[in-house]
């Protein structure tokens, strides 16, 4: 369920003086993928925390802030300070091509293993996983990925497109590293019948409404649709999920470094967590209480995946996907 205005404000008002950092000021400029909505409430609690700093950001799809962000670059003049995009993928590219600053100082201790960049150039915010969405009408519930290689569910599975999706890429390079499944896994879906194709929003709708028994989506799109009535359960297979984390990180040309440093000590902070579960997101703070229908974290068991070699793999992998899929 989407936070009330009463929620957030509550939560706003309740931040620790700690935070207040008056000697933080200037302005800072970001760019996000994140929804209007969210993307509004994050700055409003972040300029909550740090009054002497005025945010102006930019929002659009990651794939459209990158383009713009690319423009930029050839002209010698990108804008923003800060970033907070889809997926590491992204910024491991932008990490490659010296485009980020480390922050090695930043506070992690609390993270588990793999969540963050090692090297302190990006910062995992989120933890927005892909599972299996289901009809309730369906007489086959699983519990596993392997389930949907049953005969109950030929002809009955949706997936998003790595073409389309960055959260289906992630997840496609997720189940290939797993021994038990990996691309013979994906090769057996294929031979279901299973169709993949657009974004978690169209396999999310082709479940909920019936034309499809069962499908692969991001997590908050089903625990949503189930609060809300809709005839869905979402499951988060024994193999483990693959997961987003809606990174922030820091540009190396940025002109108020302390602020954007600023920036990522608040949204990787319990209080930066709680704005995110007040959101509708699972945490990826383990201490922080997930929202309802969520699992706690340390229940989640979350795949192993590489951003670097996916970045270095991405074509060939996509090549192989859409060989067994379509375009």
Partial sequence: MR???????????????????????GTLVLYTSQPNEDAQ?????????HPGVQVEWFRDGTTQVMAKLAAEF????????????????????????DRLMAYPEADTSAYADGVMDPDGFWFSTKLITTGIVYNTSAEM???????LTAPEAENNIVLPSPLTSGAATIHMVSIAGVPTLGWEYYQALADQGAIAQGG????????????????????????????????VEFVFPEEGVSAVTEPVAILSTARNPDAAKAFVDFVISVEGQELA???????????????????????????SFDPAAALAEDTENKMRFTEMFGG
Avoid: C
């Avoid at 990826?284 to 929202?291: C, F, G, I, K, Q």
């Fill in 74 to 97: 050839q002209a010698g003049a990108p804008e923003p300070d800060v970033l907070l995009l889809a997926d590491s993928v992204t910024m491991e590219g932008l990490k490659a091509e």
């Fill in 277 to 303: 579960a007040a959101q509708g997101y699972l945490p990826a703070h383990p201490d922080v209480t997930p929202p309802e229908g969520f699992p706690p974290v340390s229940e989640i068991n979350l795949m």
């Fill in 3 to 25: 936070p009330t205005a009463t929620a957030l404000s509550t939560l706003l008002a309740f931040l620790p003086s700690v935070l207040l950092a008056q000697d933080i000021t």
């Fill in 41 to 49: 409430q994050t700055v409003d609690a972040f300029m909550a925390a």
């Fill in 141 to 147: 519930v699983p519990s596993s990925w392997n389930d």
């Fill in 200 to 231: 978690n929003g169209g396999v999310y709708q082709a479940v909920a409404g019936g034309e499809k028994l069962y499908g692969f989506v991001v997590d908050f799109l089903a625990i949503r649709g189930k609060n809300d009535g809709a005839p």
